[in-house]
């Protein structure tokens, strides 16, 4: 390989890596999730996505497996809807087109979260 297809190779790279940039910048929030806005939150015009734009910050900062019911609650309030076995908060607009979703939280039969899951559509 010559000096010359290095140059190009590393221009190729260097492009493509501004150009992910540029498509991932708008579909990632570095919105701090906040436990009281969370818990607050209405979906109004000018915060459609709020909950969306905290999921990033709630799911590297906050360890939810493992909590217990009562500790899902302390942390994001009461759930939208409720089974015995999951939990489930609406999280508004997700800058997807006119997409919505919801966190889906499992709890096992001692009321301790096994596993997560963000729905989008």
Do not use: C
Request: hydrophobic share 35%; glycine share 8%.
């Amino acid at each position: 390989m010559n000096y010359k297809q290095i140059v190009q190779y590393g221009v190729l790279i260097f492009g493509a890596i501004i150009l992910i940039g540029l498509v991932l910048k708008g579909n990632i929030s570095h919105e701090k999730f906040d436990s009281e806005k969370w818990k607050n939150w209405t979906e109004t015009e000018s915060e459609l996505s709020l909950r969306w734009d905290m999921m990033n910050s709630l799911r590297n900062n906050h360890e939810l497996i493992g909590k217990t019911r009562t500790e899902i609650i302390e942390l994001l309030g009461k759930p939208d809807s409720e089974t015995k076995m999951d939990f489930r908060y609406y999280l508004g607009m997700s800058k997807h087109g006119i997409n919505t979703g919801s966190l889906t939280i499992k709890f096992n039969e001692n009321r301790i979260v096994t596993d997560f899951s963000v729905w989008q559509g």
